[in-house]
């Protein structure tokens, strides 16, 4: 999954607050919204991470472009399977562009 394919390419990272007996519930609802997602145009790619205290979730998701966000998210079909995550918990999105990476030494 590369985040940085072309200049107008935007990340969404969501932090999710949930119940941790519901946690698996979340990541379960975020996979199904996903999978309508990923086949939406300017999707690059996704990752989702489950807090080791039960409690937190982040998404993190990949498009060519802020455009291509917005129709995904108008998307009936997403809007529908997105509206599950906010009825188990509590999102925190932040839309973002690249401004550095960091990688390992080449060897």
Partial sequence: ???????AAVTMVVRFSVDPDRQDD?????DATGAVMR???G?????????????????ISH???????????ADPAGTVLAQRMFDIATPDPVHCVLR???EPPAA
Wanted: net charge positive; hydrophobic share 45%.
């Fill in 1 to 7: 999954m590369s985040p940085h394919r072309g200049p």
């Fill in 26 to 30: 979340l990541i379960a609802a975020l």
């Fill in 39 to 41: 086949r939406r145009p």
């Fill in 43 to 59: 999707f690059l790619g996704s990752a989702c991470y489950a807090g080791t205290d039960g409690a937190h979730v982040v998404n």
């Fill in 63 to 73: 498009w060519a472009s802020q455009a291509d966000l917005e129709a995904a998210r």
């Fill in 100 to 102: 550095s990476t960091l």
